[in-house]
């Protein structure tokens, strides 16, 4: 799709300090790994959180927006704890459900693939298991659905990240390719870091944002500063 290397980092996400270990988890996706580039997003403050329980409104899935990449977060920003992880959700771009672990009814707009990019990065091996396949089927699209599917995780990761931030690097109606960035935190020391595992393309595909998989080697994870430069800060908690 990005006619470049495609990358999958699945398994759980382990920050050991004293051996230096980080294992990836949760962010799983497509796309070719670029440097930052002269356009990286601008920064932008992140909205407030909010966990409540109440259901989110209908997002307006379909509706198409030709846009720029976003340079700060989006309006309109509540912030659910989905097994334990702060998502965002959105009353405007989704999403609009999220039964059986998968979320969908996201905008065709910029705002609605970046929410349908950091919520299927989350819920696909960091769900209950007996969901995850559900996840993978509705929310991948690619030849690299079916490893996906294989390489699951059997069981809930004790340790989790939380969404950081974004660098968002391309848009069109039906692709987007965007960064995200992961906080890891080592609750044995109290201590975290800022991780980048790969950028994700989504594509816009059965009247909704998905992940574009095609099956090829993920790349290494990068570290990044404490400022998150070149990243637009969002994050829940």
């Not at 790994?33 to 601008?42: Q, T």
């Amino acid at each position: 799709m990005w006619g470049g290397r495609r990358w999958t980092a699945v398994a759980a996400v382990g920050f050991v300090l004293v051996v230096g270990l980080l294992a990836l988890f949760v962010v799983l996706g497509s796309g070719q790994r670029h440097a930052p580039s002269d356009a990286a997003a601008g920064r932008g403050s992140a909205p407030s959180a909010s966990a409540g329980g109440n259901a989110t409104p209908p997002a307006a899935a379909g509706t198409t927006n030709s846009g720029q990449p976003l340079t700060a977060a989006p309006p309109g920003i509540s912030w659910r704890l989905v097994d334990g992880v702060a998502l965002p959700f959105s009353a405007t771009d989704g999403p609009h459900s999220a039964a059986g672990g998968v979320a969908a009814g996201f905008s065709r707009t910029p705002a609605g693939a970046l929410l349908a990019c950091v919520q299927t990065a989350f819920r696909i091996g960091s769900v209950n298991p007996a969901e995850q396949a559900s996840v993978v089927r509705s929310m991948v699209v690619g030849a690299g659905r079916a490893g996906l599917l294989a390489s699951r995780p059997a069981a809930v990761p004790a340790v989790k990240p939380q969404l950081a931030g974004f660098r968002y690097l391309s848009y069109t109606d039906d692709q987007a390719l965007i960064s995200l960035a992961w906080r890891i935190t080592d609750v044995s020391s109290d201590t975290s870091r800022l991780v980048d595992v790969g950028e994700l393309g989504m594509t816009w595909s059965g009247g909704d944002w998905r992940l574009m998989d095609d099956g090829s080697a993920p790349p290494p994870a990068a570290e990044l500063d404490p400022g998150l430069t070149g990243y637009v800060p969002f994050a829940g908690v």
